[in-house]
């Protein structure tokens, strides 16, 4: 689902300056929520699209959204502050932004390191389906990431997928299996606002069609799995794959992910990462929302 900006909206948006963002703990403070509200809800149409993103995210076969913020870009750079503020406006009518990572700012880079497991987050491979902060009991409700710089060799493309769609066309049998408390992901440390470690955790631990289904297919190569829940885990990895919709996020981009619904990921970079200087590779900027105010602002 991508979402346009109305060009009166966009104008306007230019001319605003919204004020720097305060913290509450992990979260962004409910003073800066107020008042990137109040100046934004001035904006014309700012409501009206507003309820679009949220129905894209949240509406009957919803889950996920593209928020076309490349002329906003353009015209204010895509890693100016005054930029990331109205992008940050437009997170918090979805949900309350906060930072799992005590030790990174609100929006945390995700670049491109040629010499890290290249299936991992800023890797140059394949980075598979996956929920972000899988192993907290607490994982974010929505995942985004704002597209500064797409690759320059033009790879990288976006992957999304139904997950609960995923998990409909899978036997019983391997539900069943997946309902397990077999899996385990990645390590947990020193997390902000996203509960405690869990493991092992269950893949589905909600009603059918509902809540998280905690997945990772990173799993399949990195955690030790009994053969059954792997064959179950595996078998859910290539659903994802074939319901699996890809786009290329351009300059500007804005994807928000509602995790209780869709799973992302990323195909490959483009060979020959290694010749493009560090500045002009891939840039992301990530951020996290949680739907609930964060209970618990000292982590
Ligand atoms: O690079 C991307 O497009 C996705 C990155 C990602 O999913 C992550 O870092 O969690
Ligand atoms: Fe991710």
Redo the contacts with the bound molecule.
């Keep these: 689902m991508f979402i346009d900006i109305p060009g009166d909206l966009e104008a306007a948006l230019i001319d605003l300056t919204l004020p720097r963002w305060k913290l509450d703990g992990p979260a962004l403070a409910p003073s800066t929520m107020e008042k990137y509200r109040t100046e934004l809800t001035a904006g014309p149409r700012f409501a009206e699209t507003v309820v679009t993103l949220r129905s894209a995210l949240m509406g009957e076969g919803g889950g996920y959204a593209v928020l076309r913020l490349g002329n906003l870009a353009k015209a204010l750079g895509a890693d100016d502050d005054r930029f990331l503020r109205l992008v940050t406006g437009f997170a918090a009518e979805v949900a309350t932004p906060f930072s799992p990572f005590p030790q990174w700012p609100l929006w945390k880079d995700i670049g491109v390191k040629v010499d890290k497991d290249p299936g991992k987050?800023s890797g140059i491979g394949y980075?598979a389906f996956?929920?972000?902060l899988v192993n907290g009991t607490l994982p974010p409700d929505y995942?985004t990431l704002l597209c500064v710089r797409p690759d320059p060799l033009g790879g990288g493309p976006s992957i999304l997928s139904d997950a609960h769609a995923a998990v409909a066309r899978l036997s019983e049998d391997h539900r069943a299996v997946l309902a397990e408390s077999g899996y385990s992901y990645g390590t947990f440390y020193d997390l902000h606002g996203v509960g405690e470690e869990y493991k092992p955790f269950p893949i589905l631990d909600g009603d059918p069609g509902e809540g998280f289904v905690r997945f990772t297919a990173k799993m399949l190569q990195r955690s030790e799995l009994r053969q059954e829940h792997a064959d179950a885990a595996r078998a859910l990895a290539e659903e994802l794959v074939q319901g699996q919709v890809s786009f290329m996020l351009q300059a500007g981009d804005y994807l928000i992910v509602n995790q209780r619904r869709f799973l992302?990921?990323r195909e490959a970079l483009h060979s020959g990462q290694e010749q493009v200087p560090a500045a002009h590779r891939r840039l992301l900027l990530q951020l996290f929302l949680r739907t609930a105010p964060c209970a618990d602002s000292a982590g």
Aim: hydrophobic share 10%; no cysteine.
């Design positions: 987050s980075n996956h929920m972000d995942t992302h990921g």
